[in-house]
């Protein structure tokens, strides 16, 4: 797996300086500067309140919606693979004064890296794609929760990953939705911002996994499913057809059948 993560850390190096920098807006840095909560309003509404609490975001790129949730009055520590995102994220720390502990690792060696527990676990858009075992990530994520504490995830809709949008505008299926040590190789020479800076580490390894699958996992792991929601709007565009939503997200043309493109979870450790 090592080859995997590697590849995939390059990747989100190069990725981190276009994304800081955002020239499409969809990261709305400034929105941030200027005091504005940033946070997407799926979360927005779903997370709770964190006033006083210790949340643990993991995959937090370059500590944006970590910094946001520290605004809400979350006490927060953020964990990320790219030594590129962590540093930015340490000093958009720095420049808004807004507090946050950030600790480089990849996710499988968290618990060697980052002491006690807390009440939240944060993780949200784009996250588990990134992870080939998604029982050790449920266990990694029950270790950190003290009981009582709750896993809030929100992410893009493994059967809406499952398609690919060809030429003729038809939504079919392409990829596997299963756990595999084989991941599914793509190579991509830009991000999912649309801009336009090209990359030149275009090969990534991610794995789909099914919502069966994630949702077991943390059962096995001891903790209880509060809610699973279903969302017809997604974070970034998928597909070509997506279209403006409102409130910095996109959905589906209205011709086509609404189709569930992400959901979103709450899971409590007892």
Known sequence: MKEYFDANRRRWDEAVGIHVKSTTGAYRL??????????????????????????LHLQCHFGLDTLSLARRGAIVTGLDFSPKAIDAARALSRETGVPGTFVLGNVYDAPSLIDGQFDVVYTTWGTTVWLPDITRWAEIVAHFLKPGGYLYKLDGHPAALALEE??????????????????????????????????????????????STIVNGLIGAGLTLDFLNEHDRLAWKLFPCMQDAGEHMLRLPPDLPSFPLAYSLKASKP
């Not at 500067?33 to 309003?41: F, S, T």
């Not at 505008?169 to 756990?179: K, N």
Request: net charge negative.
């Open 166 to 211: 060809g030429k003729d505008g038809r939504l079919t299926p392409t990829y596997p939705c299963s756990q595999s040590d084989t991941p599914l190789i793509f190579d991509d020479d830009t991000t999912y911002t649309g801009d336009p800076d090209k990359l030149e580490k275009t090969r990534t390894y991610e794995w789909i996994h099914s919502l």
């Open 30 to 55: 400034d929105d941030f500067r200027a005091g504005e909560d940033i946070l997407l309003p799926i979360e927005s509404a779903e997370v709770g309140d964190l006033a006083g609490k210790r949340l």
